[in-house]
C-alpha cells in the first residue's frame, strides 16, 4: 500500500529554518515525482516545489524560490523541504503528494497526484 507521511513541521520564529521531510513506503519514491504543496486558512492550496521523478529536475514557486529547496534520499525512500528565511506567509499545513513517473516541468498540477500524505502544520510567528 502506497504511503506517504510527513513530518518536521512546528513553531518557528520569522527568519528561521525547517526541514520537511516525506517518508514513502510501499513504492519507490525514486520512480515518483513528489510535490510539496501548502494550504494556508482561508486560501486555496498551492504547489511550493515539485521533483520529478529519476531526476528528471526540480520547480519552484516565485514564492518560495531561493528559500526553499526540495531534494530526495533514494536510499531512505524520503523527500525533503528545506525551508529558510521563513516568514508568517509561509504559514501553513504542507503536504507532500506523490505520482509515477512525471516531470515537474510538465506543469503538474494537485490533480496530477494520486497520493497525498496527511500534511504537517508550520506556523512562523513571533
Known amino acids: 500500500q502506497l504511503q506517504l507521511v510527513e513530518s518536521g513541521g512546528g513553531l518557528v520564529q520569522p527568519g528561521g529554518s525547517l526541514r520537511l521531510s516525506c517518508a514513502a513506503s510501499?513504492?519507490?519514491?525514486?520512480?515518483?515525482?513528489i510535490g510539496w504543496f501548502r494550504q494556508a486558512p482561508g486560501k486555496e492550496r498551492e504547489q511550493v516545489s515539485c521533483?520529478?521523478?529519476?531526476?528528471?529536475?526540480?520547480t519552484y514557486a516565485a514564492s518560495v524560490k531561493g528559500r526553499f529547496t526540495i531534494s530526495r534520499d533514494n536510499a531512505k525512500n524520503t523527500v525533503y523541504l528545506e525551508m529558510r528565511s521563513l516568514q508568517p506567509d509561509d504559514t501553513a499545513v504542507y503536504s507532500c503528494?506523490?505520482?509515477?513517473?512525471?516531470?515537474?516541468?510538465?506543469?503538474?498540477?494537485?490533480?496530477?497526484?494520486?497520493?497525498w500524505g496527511q500534511g504537517t502544520q508550520v506556523t512562523v510567528s513571533s
Open positions: 503528494a506523490a505520482d509515477a513517473f512525471k516531470l515537474c516541468a510538465w506543469g503538474l498540477s494537485e490533480g496530477d497526484f494520486g497520493s
Open positions: 510501499g513504492f519507490t519514491a525514486e520512480h515518483y515525482a
Open positions: 521533483i520529478s521523478s529519476n531526476d528528471g529536475g526540480t
